[in-house]
């Protein structure tokens, strides 16, 4: 196996982290859904209040993968955590680490920082990536389900140009 470093992206790495974007729009078969730009990562986690961190792994001085994360917080443990928004790991790198070592690394930094836990989500189609966070010991959170809202739904939600009450929205994903 290669050497593997995983470090700290920088604005220079944008195109890595587009590039892994990509990549699991294209795993999950949802190209066109994908709108984020080089310089929305640009603006959004190398600007002046960055809303996320990330991490490129590289194997003997090629892209490997890639994640991206952010602080959370838990008012039931009464700490901090991370999210990991998006974790990618290039076709040819897979099974040799790389996406475990880019977890424990997220891991690392949260709990350098008084985290005691880390959460992520997972397509449901995605029964490889399932069977990965189960070895790593992640568990399925039976008791949580996740919601968002976007679009139309969240402009409402955040009273965008409204003076009524919110209507309920239902968007199919």
Same mark, same amino acid.
């Given at each position: +196996? %290669?050497?593997?470093?995983? %470090? ?7 195109? !890595? ?15 066109? $859904? ?11 986690? #190398?600007? =002046?209040?960055?809303? /996320?961190?990330?991490?490129?792994? $590289? ?6 993968? +890639?994640?991206? /994360? #952010?602080?959370? #917080? *838990?008012?039931?443990?009464?700490? =901090? ?9 290039? =076709?040819? /790198? ?7 070592? @880019? ?9 350098? &920082? ?5 959460? !992520? ?5 995605? %029964?490889?990536? &399932?069977?990965?966070?189960?070895? @790593?010991?992640?568990?399925?959170? &039976?008791?949580?389900? *996740? ?17 009524? =009450? ?6 199919? %994903?």
């Amino acid at each position: +196996m %290669r050497d593997i470093v995983i %470090r700290a992206a920088t604005a220079d790495d944008v195109p !890595l982290l587009m590039r892994g974007l990509r990549g699991i729009a294209e795993h999950l078969g949802e190209t066109g $859904e994908l709108v984020c730009t080089e310089a929305d990562l640009r603006a959004h986690g #190398f600007g =002046p209040q960055p809303a /996320f961190q990330a991490a490129v792994a $590289e194997a003997g001085g090629a892209f490997a993968g +890639m994640s991206v /994360f #952010f602080p959370i #917080f *838990s008012t039931w443990y009464g700490k =901090p955590g991370m999210f990991v928004q998006d974790l990618y790991v290039e =076709p040819a /790198f897979r099974s040799q680490g790389i996406g475990e070592r @880019l977890l424990r690394h997220v891991a690392q930094l949260a709990h350098k &920082h008084g985290g005691v836990y880390l959460r !992520l989500s997972v397509d449901e189609d995605n %029964r490889r990536a &399932h069977g990965f966070y189960l070895d @790593l010991g992640l568990v399925h959170s &039976h008791d949580q389900r *996740s919601y968002i809202a976007q679009g139309d739904a969240f402009a409402a939600l955040a009273g965008e140009g409204m003076t009524q =009450p919110v209507a309920r929205v239902r968007q199919a %994903r």
